[in-house]
Nanobody, 118 residues
Framework: QVQLVESGGGLVQAGGSLRLSCAASGRSISSYGMGWFRQAPGKEREQIAGISWSGGNTYYEDSVKGRFTISRDNAKNTVYLQMNSLKPEDTAVYYC???????????WGQGTQVTVSS
């Protein structure tokens, strides 16, 4: 069983930056792909970034491409999301999850709130 804890969210002005962390415990995530998701009020949860087990392959949803960077440190059992040039529409609860099978995610964390003011 894997437990995930997201952190690093907060309130930031438009144009600012935040770095989210997703710390895993219980077992190593080094052999799993990982994903970052977000859910804004009244909207469906969407995947915004993904990273392969080695970090060699990454995926970004179009709205965050060029502004967000996903990375991982397998020695620390942690995945990161660097978010730059934040926009009010990035306001959401951000979650990380383990890619347990191809394109299937599980072991969700509790989420961290990101609020971007205009």
């Amino acid at each position: 069983q894997v437990q995930l804890v997201e952190s690093g969210g907060g309130l930031v002005q438009a144009g600012g930056s935040l770095r989210l962390s997703c710390a895993a415990s219980g077992r190593s995530i080094s052999s799993y792909g990982m994903g970052w998701f977000r859910q804004a009020p009244g909207k469906e949860r969407e995947q915004i970034a993904g990273i392969s087990w080695s970090g060699g392959n990454t995926y970004y949803e179009d709205s965050v491409k060029g502004r967000f960077t996903i990375s991982r440190d397998n020695a620390k059992n942690t995945v990161y999301l660097q978010m730059n040039s934040l926009k009010p529409e990035d306001t959401a609860v951000y979650y990380c999850a383990v890619e347990v099978k191809s394109y299937k995610y599980d072991y969700w964390g509790q989420g961290t709130q990101v609020t971007v003011s205009s």
